[in-house]
């Protein structure tokens, strides 16, 4: 418990704002295709995300990619990529789409 408050302070040091994502054991919940993945959200947006994964759907969803990634160009910006993971994701959704 003590690494992670550590770890939480520098993070909040460097102007970020930490959370506790929950145990290894949970962090599936931040994977590739998770609604948490690549989204830059701010600290209650990620817990509402985190919290909207279900688990064995990333790996449906990571798919998809390869032609979500075509669709951005050869050279997507990180903004493109976040906004392309916020829709393929969304937490706002009840629905999965798959």
């Known amino acids: 418990m003590r690494s992670k408050q550590s770890a939480m302070k520098l993070v909040n040091q460097t102007g970020f704002d930490p959370m506790d994502a929950g145990s290894l054991e949970e962090s599936w919940r931040q994977q590739p295709s998770t609604p948490a993945y690549c989204c830059d959200y701010d600290a209650d ?4 995300a985190l919290a909207a994964a ?9 798919d998809q990619m390869p032609k979500l990634f075509a669709e951005l160009g050869p050279k997507p910006s990180h903004q493109d990529v976040v906004a392309m993971n916020r829709k393929l994701n969304s937490v706002a959704r009840k629905d999965v789409a798959l």
């Open 45 to 48: 947006t990620m817990r509402k």
């Open 54 to 62: 279900i688990k064995g759907i990333a790996p449906k969803k990571r």
